[in-house]
């Protein structure tokens, strides 16, 4: 309880007119904005078939060429992950194949590092996949 006591002033004083409703519907504004482009992103991710070059091709630019911002033992992770994938729904050789290959292999780093390289796989693989197959 001394825990909560020590900072309830300085909530009080900072937080008078603060209105966690406002913040919360803010909050869930941004959020549902943000979602339709990432749902058009998915579905078109999932129509985009590419060739087991391709994938190879983006694979290696992404590890070898440095293009992604990615510790560079995943490589293999991510190329096993693609090309054998361990879920079924992962399975069509697509670019959202592609992607989840990536973020899976990525699931053994740790959290601000994932954070990074997932928040930088999407723009990665717009400007990779461009003109395959």
Known sequence: MAFYGDFTPVLAKHTKHLS???ILAVGVDRMQRNFEP???QVEAWKGTRISDNAAKLVIYRAFVQGELEVPRHLDRRVHDLYFS???EEFAPRT???LSNAFTS???VL???PQFK?????GPFLELATVGLD
């Open 105 to 107: 292999a990525f699931k």
């Open 117 to 121: 390289a997932t928040a930088k796989l």
């Open 20 to 22: 966690l409703v406002d």
């Open 95 to 97: 670019t959202w194949s």
């Open 110 to 112: 740790d959290p601000i």
């Open 38 to 40: 990432m749902r058009k």
């Open 85 to 87: 994938p361990q879920v």
